[in-house]
């Protein structure tokens, strides 16, 4: 009977020390890990997703689509509720096509409730794996960016990251309109991973769709004669600008060689740039409208007033001559833009005096951003009157010892093909639930220079170094440029030029100005051979496409 006593109060006495052991657990648990435990849980159960906005639609004029949303699937996983980790490695990346191997260690890895094993998958592949029922893999709804129109206004349209975020072009530049506000749901699931239910949810704000001016016919037609142009003559890069002379909508904006927005990681940054913006040249002669608009805008001259030029010219330390040899002739102010004579657009500039060029080229837009919603612009290289040297006024009249854009120079000339209104360019026609922008506008020179200035670049055309910029059936206005480029150490190249072309057609009510650039052309340098016949062809299809009807004989361009 001791003994039964004995044994029942051990039985109690452990009991007792069970319980007060588990009492103790009990407190321990509640008191310290309570809230690592309460985390554990939530984090098995429950969890919040962002739900991606959907980002703007960029259309051309036409309503083609340039950059798009595509339906894609990111594929993620709470290692937590993976069973079996080498399993389910297998399958997503026998399914993905992904490599089990790296898949792995994400799927062991159970100090994280979440990783992603694939970013906007293949939606098909994606909804295969999930008829598998893997406990722990989770899938949500993303976009892919996409450019369906590929390498064709890959440098306007630029291209948006794996967040889609832009990084470049318009799409870093209109990021916000295009990218709206993301959402977001925190879902509670069983033990299993099933979903239950949805206890909140934020809604989502899509980003708005854009409406550029670009037209995806032209911009593809440009591109293609650029490519040619390069590979007829050589050189580093091609850029050409189609702007509508009326509104400054940009038609065409193109850059070779160019990319394929879809594969952007494979392009190097220099080939992503959009020079057309970015990159400076020292324009040459395509600049001596400046000097001869100053001079009749002030009175000074008038296009029949007459020189008598020497074949050169001394400027301080300098000796300017012309680029053909010739005797001393009389020209007359017309002469002198059409035969683009160095001497008689110095001798125009000494006139003018060095503040009032400085001024001239000031009201052209030079040395400041012309606006453009395009990210990156950049303002050019103008010397300040007070810091010109003696030879400076040999120079600048001339296009050397300046930095322009190509964007600058367009609008400077659709200044003047437009009546002497300077309309600042654009790539925007309107962003959806707004209406489109008014033009922004400023008078340069008078309708009366503007005509005069027409007069004397159509003579360019006809008579002088752009003839081979003629396009059949309509008078054409421009100027060619050939400019050395300028040596790091000091002065200028010998074996490097950037060869141009800018004008405006049809010259009696100008519908498009149009410039070509090409960088250091190989097989020879000059504008009116190299750029002047691109120039011909993208104008020529830009016409007709259009439909803007003929105003000259289709045989050769005269006065009329």
């Given at each position: ?38 985390d554990?849980?939530t ?7 962002t ?61 994280r ?17 999930q008829?598998?029922?893997?406990v ?49 749901k ?25 409406y ?35 509104t ?106 060095k ?28 010397i300040p ?79 002088g ?5 003629q ?13 050395a ?52 062809e ?12 003929p ?10």
């Amino acid at each position: 009977m001791r003994q039964a006593n004995r044994r029942i109060r051990l039985i109690v006495a452990v009991f007792a020390l069970v319980f007060a052991a588990a009492i103790v657990r009990v407190a321990w648990l509640q008191a310290v890990k309570a809230q690592a435990l309460d985390d554990l849980a939530t984090s098995q159960h429950r969890e919040t997703l962002t739900v991606p906005a959907h980002r703007g639609t960029i259309f051309d004029r036409t309503g083609v689509q340039l950059a798009v949303g595509e339906r894609a699937t990111t594929v993620y996983a709470n290692p937590r509720q993976i069973v079996n980790a080498r399993d389910a490695a297998i399958a997503v990346g026998h399914t993905l096509g992904l490599d089990p191997g790296k898949l792995y260690p994400l799927l062991t890895d159970r100090s994280r409730g979440f990783v992603y094993l694939e970013r906007k998958a293949d939606p098909d592949l994606a909804k295969e794996l999930q008829r598998k029922e893997i406990v722990g893999l989770g899938f949500y709804p993303e976009e892919r960016r996409a450019y369906p129109q590929r390498d064709v206004a890959a440098e306007v349209v630029g291209f948006a990251g794996t967040d889609n975020r832009g990084l470049t072009g318009l799409e870093l530049g209109l990021n916000e309109v295009l990218s709206g506000k993301d959402g977001s749901k925190t879902i509670v699931r069983d033990p299993f991973g099933r979903r239950l239910e949805t206890i909140a949810s934020v809604p989502v704000r899509d980003g708005r769709d854009v409406y550029l001016t670009i037209d995806h016919t032209i911009q593809g037609q440009v591109e293609r004669v650029l490519r040619e142009t390069l590979g007829e003559w050589g050189g580093k890069a091609a850029t050409a600008v189609v702007m509508d002379a009326r509104t400054g909508g940009i038609l065409a904006l193109g850059v070779e060689p160019g990319f394929d927005a879809n594969v952007v990681p494979q392009v190097s940054r220099d080939r992503v740039r959009n020079r057309a913006v970015t990159d400076t040249y020292e324009p040459g002669s395509t600049f001596k409208v400046v000097t001869l608009a100053g001079v009749l805008e002030e009175g000074l001259v008038t296009p029949r007033t007459t020189y008598t030029l020497p074949y050169e010219i001394q400027i301080a330390d300098r000796v300017i001559h012309d680029a053909t040899p010739r005797e001393t002739e009389t020209m007359t102010v017309s002469d002198i833009l059409t035969r683009s004579s160095n001497v008689g657009v110095i001798t125009l500039a000494s006139e003018l005096r060095k503040e009032n060029l400085a001024r001239w080229t000031e009201r052209f837009g030079f040395g400041r951003p012309t606006g453009v919603d395009y990210p990156g612009e950049t303002n050019g290289i103008v010397i300040p009157p007070e810091d010109w040297s003696g030879s400076t006024i040999g120079n600048v009249p001339l296009g050397q010892g300046i930095a322009v854009t190509p964007m600058q120079m367009v609008a400077a000339y659709g200044a003047i093909a437009n009546g002497g209104t300077w309309l600042r360019p654009h790539l925007v026609e309107r962003v959806e639930g707004d209406q489109a922008k008014k033009p922004v506008t400023r008078r340069v020179i008078e309708k009366r220079t503007a005509r005069q200035l027409t007069r004397m670049l159509r003579g360019v055309v006809r008579e002088g170094s752009g003839a081979a910029a003629q396009v059949s059936g309509y008078h054409v206005a421009g100027k060619t440029g050939t400019a050395a480029k300028a040596e790091p150490s000091g002065g200028y190249s010998k074996s490097r030029y950037l060869a141009s072309f800018v004008g405006f057609a049809p010259a009696t009510d100008p519908r498009i100005v149009v410039l070509v650039t090409v960088d250091e052309p190989k097989r020879t340098i000059w504008g009116g051979t190299v750029a002047a016949p691109a120039f011909a062809e993208i104008a020529g299809f830009a016409l007709q496409y259009l439909e803007v009807p003929p105003d000259a004989p289709a045989t050769t361009e005269t006065d009329g």
